[in-house]
């Protein structure tokens, strides 16, 4: 088990942030639908520039580890108020099958702020730009 331990926290951090990173490039590609979906929802439209820095940068700050207790911070800030406006808020108003996959939705979000509040308490572990500029020349 021991032997596994050095690779946890960077694989984590890979799994955590391909979404981000995957997310902000696909409202970069559909940006048009992407911002009449925010304003249908209620989010500004003008806000979108903000959310695909934030998806871009704090996804690529958490793979590589730079800066990774501030980046998984606002990530888990931006999981969750996501979350409750784009999946647990609309819940409310439906029944059955559609209200079951919202709040599904909606507890991913919740988990994945469970996962990034873990990098915020624990740092970004091995492999990372943050651990490589702490060590000590040799």
Same mark, same amino acid.
């Given at each position: 088990?021991?032997?596994?331990?050095?690779?946890?926290?960077?694989?984590?951090?890979?799994?955590?942030?391909?979404?981000?990173?995957?997310?902000?490039?696909?409202?970069?590609?559909g940006?048009a639908?992407?911002?009449?979906?925010?304003?249908?929802?209620?989010?500004?439209?003008?806000?979108?520039?903000?959310?695909?820095? %934030?998806?871009?940068? =704090?996804?690529? /700050? #958490?793979?590589?580890?730079w800066? +990774?207790?501030?980046? *998984?911070?606002?990530?888990?800030?931006?999981?969750?108020?996501?979350?409750?406006?784009?999946?647990?808020?609309?819940?409310?108003?439906?029944?059955?099958?559609?209200?079951?996959?919202?709040?599904?939705?909606?507890?991913?979000?919740?988990?994945?702020?469970?996962?990034?509040?873990? %990098?915020?308490?624990? =740092?970004?572990? /091995? #492999?990372?730009?943050?651990?490589? +500029?702490?060590?000590? *020349?040799?």
């Amino acid at each position: 088990m021991t032997n596994i331990l050095p690779y946890a926290a960077p694989l984590g951090r890979v799994l955590l942030s391909l979404m981000f990173i995957t997310s902000g490039l696909q409202k970069i590609t559909g940006y048009a639908g992407t911002q009449g979906y925010m304003e249908m929802m209620g989010v500004p439209g003008g806000l979108l520039p903000i959310v695909i820095l %934030v998806e871009l940068v =704090g996804g690529i /700050a #958490l793979l590589i580890g730079w800066q +990774a207790r501030i980046a *998984a911070f606002l990530l888990a800030g931006f999981s969750l108020v996501s979350g409750i406006i784009f999946h647990l808020v609309p819940s409310f108003g439906m029944e059955g099958m559609d209200a079951q996959m919202q709040m599904i939705s909606f507890m991913k979000n919740v988990t994945i702020t469970g996962g990034m509040l873990m %990098v915020v308490a624990f =740092g970004a572990g /091995a #492999l990372s730009v943050e651990r490589r +500029a702490a060590a000590p *020349a040799e």
